[in-house]
């Protein structure tokens, strides 16, 4: 079934949210901050939500990210994939979490792990890459079009640099931990499937 429609304009007015945590970027590791909070620097303020998967049905991701909408620069972390092992569940972005992130004007990060521990046959607590994580957060800070516009460049442009980045990064946690994950030509078709 397909269904197609427009979108013209979207309102909202935000209720419920909770206190954010200010941290300084100084002091930021995506691992260690709140799901939600507030990135300062000299030169401004942003609004952080982070994903644990791509999947946005298993850790209810909508909730960290309306925390977010009541500020002006809405930023979210995505893992583009996450694989617990041939044993456990792999899961890719979807093009319509992107696609509702822009509609929200959110940034959306590409982001991926780079550091996990095994846990029998699976492994467990993900890390992501820190250091890419603020690379593009800096990036974003001095960037002043819209969400739209950042999120399909970043698809356009540094998509499939950053999917050949998580296929050499779970190669390197299938060997530091010695769990089987899936087959690597998973991601490979994805990449061409999301490419298109």
């Known amino acids: 079934m397909e269904i197609k429609g427009t979108i013209k304009n979207i309102k909202y007015k935000i209720l419920f949210s909770n206190v954010l945590k200010d941290i300084d970027i100084k002091e930021f590791d ?115 079009s819209s969400a739209l516009h950042w999120n399909l460049n970043e698809l356009n442009r540094n998509f499939h640099k950053i999917i050949d980045k998580v296929k050499n990064s779970y190669s390197k946690i299938e060997k530091t931990t010695g769990v089987k994950l899936h087959n690597p030509k998973g991601i490979d078709t994805f990449k061409e499937k999301i490419g298109k």
């Open 30 to 144: 995506i691992n260690t901050v709140p799901s939600s909070c507030i990135i300062k620097s000299n030169q401004s303020s942003i609004a952080l939500s982070k994903w644990v998967s791509p999947k946005r049905t298993r850790s209810y991701p909508f909730e960290r990210v309306y925390n977010t909408l009541n500020t002006f620069k809405k930023v979210t972390v995505i893992p583009i994939i996450k694989d617990e092992g041939e044993k456990g569940d792999r899961d890719f972005l979807q093009w319509d979490t992107v696609s509702l992130m822009s509609l929200l004007d959110v940034f959306v990060i590409f982001a991926y792990y780079e550091k996990a521990d095994k846990s029998n046959q699976k492994i467990k607590n993900q890390l992501f890459n820190n250091k890419y994580v603020l690379s593009k957060i800096k990036e974003i800070e001095e960037y002043h």
